[in-house]
């Protein structure tokens, strides 16, 4: 499975953006996805899930209320609603396939990563 995700950018706070992660492969649709994020200095951090049916999602406390994860097994793609954007939401994104259960934040469980795309939120 290849991951290629985009839609990153420059925003100011409270602004929106849609990532979105095309997943390649005929299984990518049977696969539960997730979306990281790294700020400069820092850990890589689970930031949302989806089961590969979408049924279920899961978030961080943080961006709860605000960020939408979503799929298109159709088309093999993973988005991420951000709205309501804020300065510490800055980091560069990833999605990932998680392969090895739903404990969602264990960075074992993943083994494919997209290259990243950069969100910068401006104050």
């Known amino acids: 499975v290849q991951l290629q995700a985009s839609g990153g950018g420059l925003v100011q706070a409270g602004g929106s953006l849609r990532l979105s992660c095309a997943a390649s492969?005929?299984?990518?649709?049977?696969?539960?996805m997730a979306w990281f994020r790294q700020a400069p200095g820092k850990e890589r951090d689970f930031v949302s899930g989806?089961?590969?049916?979408?049924?279920?999602?899961d978030y961080i406390d943080s961006v709860k209320g605000r960020f939408t994860i979503s799929r298109d097994n159709a088309k093999n793609m993973v988005y991420l609603q951000m709205n309501n954007l804020k300065p510490e939401d800055t980091a560069v994104y990833y999605c990932?396939?998680?392969?090895?259960?739903?404990?969602?934040?264990?960075?074992?469980?993943?083994?494919?990563w997209g290259q990243g795309t950069q969100v910068t939120v401006s104050s």
């Open positions: 492969g005929r299984t990518a649709s049977t696969y539960d």
């Open positions: 990932a396939v998680a392969r090895f259960g739903r404990t969602w934040g264990d960075k074992k469980i993943y083994d494919y």
């Open positions: 989806i089961t590969w049916s979408g049924d279920y999602t």
